[in-house]
């Protein structure tokens, strides 16, 4: 079991960039695949992006695909989502969770989920 702390979020003009950050604590990190989701005011969370344990595996929303990176760092036990290119439709809750399958993409199978942090993208 992990828990996570999401940091980064922030207010930024549409074409910009932000770095989003997700800290771990437990001893269990990198047996998991960690995900990005997130959810923008009256819609459902969303899948943005996941990563395997090793970090060799990444999957993107087609949404997010080439704009958005998601790597991990094991020894730091973080994962970041590095977000360029930034539209308003960008604009939502962002949360990370873990998971031992990053091939899933539904949110109901991840666990250990944070605060979330909040993205607001201005036009």
């Known amino acids: 079991q992990v828990q996570l702390v999401e940091s980064g979020g922030g207010l930024v003009q549409a074409g910009g960039s932000l770095r989003l950050s997700c800290a771990a604590s437990?001893?269990?990190?990198?047996?998991?695949?960690m995900g990005w989701f997130r959810q923008a005011p009256g819609r459902e969370r969303e899948f943005v992006a996941s990563?395997?344990?090793?970090?060799?595996?990444?999957y993107y929303a087609d949404s997010v695909k080439v704009r958005f990176t998601i790597s991990r760092d094991n020894a730091k036990n973080t994962v970041d989502l590095q977000m360029n290119s930034l539209k308003p439709e960008d604009t939502a809750v962002y949360y990370c969770?873990?998971?031992?399958?990053?091939?899933?993409?539904?949110?109901?199978?991840?666990?250990?989920w944070g605060q979330g942090t909040q993205v607001t993208v201005s036009s």
């Open positions: 969770a873990a998971q031992r399958d990053p091939t899933i993409v539904a949110g109901s199978e991840w666990g250990s």
């Open positions: 437990g001893r269990d990190f990198s047996n998991y695949a």
């Open positions: 990563i395997s344990w090793s970090g060799r595996h990444t």
